[in-house]
């Protein structure tokens, strides 16, 4: 085999045009396949780095029914402590919150991403400590009582330089001192897929690095996430049963006390505990992600599937100049086994060469799909690189390429008819052409497989087109978002509308600012407020949702978005704390409940909020997502609000909003040096981030389906020339006998489109049933789009056309005298 090795090794040396087409083609198909898995296993796959993940559950509960919400992993602080202290299902269980902070230290002050977790989250997931130790429960026990950290170790690198001294230092988080106590082992980022806490504090110390920090023994206020390991011999069905009665009987007192019967609390009477498996972590990230990334998964392998395709019509071509060197091989004893290994080794290097520069593309490819990743108040941090799980992908898939390509082509040049072999003739496949026939079957697979590949491309993009003409009733251009929580750096209320208020003068006389406003949720980032609404002498139906979104505003906020307010006025300086509560509406909620009348001056509720005067109606326009209907939403002032919470300022200019980030800087320097600045971006770069998995999958799709439509051009473009060298002879007497230029251009056009429409023939039932599978992805349209599927197929004849058109063109000048004395 080594000679063998060798021997391919020099053959292909010796044709370094057929082995450069033919690895590109593999290295493309393999590093896209490679690059896609890389965030498959990253986001689906990979199992957590603690002891025994399989064991991990994420604790939560859902509503029978409410299957568009999904499981929730959502509980008061109570009920946790005896779901923990009460069960006889799980040997351990913890709960934990990720939140921002600002981290000062050294002089330095920096956005960080922080952790509440309970005292037993190491033990329980089987954690060690790479410097000093971790928490126990008894660091857990008393609010306020241990003021000390854990630093994670790629923090620990970014941030310290790796000092082993470290441990014992004091830094502050939220204007708070703590003592870091230990740094977390290497490799362990944390239990939710994406998310890479910097630091981690006991949860008894929430209230001293958040003001507006939830009161630990309100049983209503719901706001830790909570995963269990199972003891040995329980399973998760067995789990859920036990806690769920468990659940049911702690949750008793709540349930009894809610006479209404409104939606929500149907929904409340309802939550029952759900149990999923976390050995790979838990994430939003993977349910968001999972449908289109297995898409994609489908799209490279059936790219893959093409450039095999394409090769093993590049080693049929290949193998017919070197008929004679086989059947030399096969006189002198050489037994068809043995030239099939020959053969198919140097298929395995072809295949090899392509998987190391395959390699290369996944690295870079995975780098791009990182990039679609949504970046929000949590950024998304992901760690993907050539594990042992991503190189054993590799090196299957490199394994069955090769063999998927050389097999046939092997098995077919092993099969000479011996005699004209070694005369030199040209018609030596045994059998009559099967070989030729072959190369046509391949041909026409490629043309069906690129036609489904096209089609899908088609549909996703227009789906993206779609929603991103959509009216989201905003003026997305030239307005910049810096998000700011001076909350956290130790401000108090009267302190932090005074940092505010100066803040949004100072930005306001900056050349070419039009209007500066704040907003506690930007809209379409996907985080968003629920609030139930009351109309005084409006009654409810029994089934009705009385509920709407809410935001929390200031002035100026529908100027700078270019929102249109309808009627009424918008909030002013002059709504204080101590002045009367508005609030403004939109026109859905306005015609919802008031009809035609006019919804200014009237009163209604939110809640706690009661006796809330209307200022405003304003024009409807998307909130959450770009997809859903215009909801129906309430606007509060921020003025009046107690909340602590980050606020983003917003300015709209006259010009490139990047070109101000740097002076709107200056000026949050000018105030406090040593405020974070966080979350910068322009609300275009918002919308398009809330389409990101729709322009991951259009931008992917198209660009794999153009390059199948090549392979399957150049497949078909390949065959064609070979037919026409093939018959050069029998063009020659056709054109002696009276045969014009046209005629043979109209017979090998015709040859052509033949093998196309049979293709497409094959194609279209394929690619309907496969889109099907994306309707959920698609958005204006429908999975058989006719004018998409049209589309597909005249590019899909226009391009064939054309790699037919220059072998027909190339055999309608052919010189009959010159053919005639061809071979």
Known sequence: MLNDFRYAFRQLLKDLGFAAVAVFSLALGIGANTAIFSLVNAILLKRLPVRQPEQLVVVATEAPGQTRIGPISSFSYPVYRELRDKNAVFSGMFAHNVLPMSMSGEGQTERVLGELVSGNFFSVLGVNAHLGCLFTETDDQTPGAHPVAVISYDFWRRRFGADPEVVGKRIRLNGYPFTVMGVSSQGFQGVQIGVAPDVRIPIMMTRQVLLDAPALENRWSMWLAIMARLKPGVTLQQAQAAADTLFQAIRAPEVSRIRGDSPDDRIFKSLRIHLGSAQTGASTLSRRFSQPLLVL???????????????????????????KEIAVRLALGAGRWRLTRHLLIEGFLLSTLGGMLGLVFALWGADVLLGFLPQGRIPTVLEIKPDLQVLGFLFGITLLTGLIFSLAPALQATRPDLIPALKNETVVVSAGNRKWEMRRVLVVLQVALSLMLLVGAGLFVRSLRNLKAVDDGYSTDQVVMLALDPGQSGYKLDQLRSFYARL???????????????????PLSGRWSRIGVEVPGYQPRPDEEMAALFNQIAPQFFATFGMTLLSGHDFSALDTPDSSKVVIINEKLAHYFFGTEDAVGKRISLENLKDLQIIGVVADAKYRNLREQSPQTVYLPLSQSSSMMQRTLCVRTSGTPHNLIAAIRREVRALDPNLPVFDIKTFEDQVNESVSQERLVAMLSSFFGFFALLL????????????????????????????????????VLGETLLLVLIGIALGLPAALAATRLTEGLLFGLTATDPFTIALATLVMIAVASLAGWMPARRAARVDPMVALRYE
């Open 297 to 323: 998964m489908c799209v490279v392998a059936t790219v893959l599937l093409i450039a095999c395709l394409n090769v093993a019509n590049l080693l049929l071509a290949r193998s017919a100049t070197r008929q």
């Open 504 to 522: 949004s003068e100072r930005v306001s006389v900056l050349p070419g600012v039009k209007s500066a406003t704040y907003t506690k949720n930007i």
């Open 712 to 747: 399957a051009s150049l497949g078909l473009y390949g065959v064609m020339a070979y037919a026409v060298a093939r018959r050069t002879r029998e063009i020659g007497i056709r054109m002696a006998l009276g045969a014009r230029a046209g005629n043979v251009l109209r017979l």
